[in-house]
């Protein structure tokens, strides 16, 4: 039998970055055949393991991907006395640890349904398409961050596609030079839950300099994930003099280049994007926690266009309506074609006798432990919507900055919360 954490080093050497399957399902399916559980694979991915005759009435959920900041990255673990965490690159904690207890209770023999769902970093893709039979009452969701806290009710969102043509070959006229502005490994982070910390954007930084030096935009990329805090940007612009550092790892290099031509992108691009509200655009003072908002997630400059992407999130389902709306509005009025994607509902808070029980239970170990809801989204939100029916509560360990490359977990925080999953299990049978 394997510890958590033993598991989590183990299924951290396999490729789980969104939209990698293959290795993962074969390991699952292998696992599965060795304890002696059914193992259910879908058409998005998905990976149901249960016991041949089961007669569970709780189903466990996490999602096996994991954010990758570069592409087919395998987090190499860095363990000290208290945490995990990952040399260069996110740790995947979010939600390998989920995995992580799934599979320790599949050690234990445990007759439970363990639902492994695809892709939810990259638009909640396995949860939206799932096709495996669940027939448990009640769902535990195990890919929340914060130890003590019972999430029952999570945010929805959208994502904002938006493209701008507006763009001129011209005279350089004005004798302009170019210059190269990039910034990069600002701290970056999650656009739900970290939204409120004040982190600094780095597409925002690029913007508030490209417009404070009256600069003309020829090329700009930026941004990691369409769900993160963008923690890199880079753009080649024109300019009368050097442009103004917004930010001390800003750096800014001549081009020692004439043109007598320039392709350049009008400034109502600029203009935009610098005069956006990026970040919180309002409080739940009733559930303390954020009720909208919105951030510039990615940039890109392609061979006719520069495509802007935001992640839009609200408390409610009509607010998140109107934030859509309402930016999609403003955004055609400077001239942007706008299209939106990978909406995913809001899950209302909801208190009812499993998510007392898990309160209860919970309080047993911290008592301080409380119901909340958060500003992210969570397949809990999917979950409810296809079955109505199904009670659903979400907990997790501490985890810090996850999509980022500061992502770390407490170690102490994981063995607690498994003594808390079981406790909550035993109960409910």
């Known amino acids: 039998m394997s510890t958590v954490l033993e598991i989590f080093k183990e299924i951290t050497k396999i490729p789980r970055c969104s939209g990698v399957h293959k290795e993962f399902i074969t390991y699952m399916q292998d696992l599965s055949k060795k304890l002696n559980y059914l193992c259910l694979v879908d058409e998005k991915n998905n990976i149901l393991c249960k016991k041949h005759n089961s007669s569970a009435n709780i189903v466990l959920q996490s999602h096996y991907d994991i954010v990758c900041l570069e592409k087919n ?25 989920g995995c992580s207890y799934m599979i320790a209770l599949m050690y234990e023999n445990y007759d439970l349904e363990f639902l492994f769902t695809s892709d939810e970093e990259i638009g909640l893709i396995g949860a939206n398409d799932l096709n ?90 930026g941004g990691e994930r369409i769900n993160s805090i963008a923690a890199n940007a880079k753009a080649i612009v024109a300019s009368k003099k050097e442009p103004i550092k917004t930010d001390e790892n800003m750096k800014i290099e001549k081009i020692d280049t004439k043109s007598e031509h320039l392709v350049v992108y009008s400034d109502k691009l600029v203009d935009f994007l610098y005069k956006f509200e990026n970040g919180v655009r309002s409080f739940n003072s009733e559930l303390n ?39 999609k509005k403003a955004l055609e009025e400077s001239n942007f074609k706008v ?40 397949e809990c939100a999917i979950f409810k919507e296809k079955y109505p029916n199904l009670k659903i509560a979400s907990i997790g360990p501490t985890i810090k900055y996850p999509h980022s490359k500061r992502e770390f977990v407490y170690k102490d925080s994981i063995e607690n919360l498994f003594k808390i999953l079981k406790e909550i299990i035993k109960s409910i049978k």
């Open 339 to 378: 299209e939106t994607y990978g909406k995913y509902p809001a899950w209302s808070p909801d208190i009812n006798d499993f998510t007392n029980t898990v309160l209860d239970i919970y309080k047993k170990f911290n008592n301080k432990a409380s119901l909340r809801a958060i500003h992210a989204g969570l």
């Open 73 to 97: 990255t395998i987090p190499q673990i860095i363990e000290d006395d208290t945490t995990l965490k990952a040399s260069c690159s996110t740790l995947g904690a979010d939600n390998g640890i």
């Open 289 to 327: 926690v954020v009720q909208d908002s919105i951030n510039l997630a990615l940039i890109s400059t392609n061979i006719d266009s520069i495509t802007v992407e935001f992640s839009a999130r609200s408390m409610s389902n009509d607010g998140l309506k109107n934030l859509k709306d309402s930016t």
């Open 132 to 221: 495996l039979p669940i027939n448990a009452k009640y769902m535990l969701n195990l890919d929340s961050e914060e130890e003590g806290e019972i999430c029952i009710g999570c945010a929805g969102g959208v994502d904002i596609k938006a493209i701008f043509e507006d763009k001129k070959i011209v005279s350089n006229e004005q004798n302009l030079d170019l210059y190269e502005i990039s910034i990069s490994n600002l701290a970056g982070g999650h656009s739900g839950v970290d939204i409120d910390k004040n982190i600094p954007n780095a597409i925002k930084l690029l913007i508030e300099s490209i417009k404070k030096s009256n600069a003309k935009i020829l090329d700009i990329n």
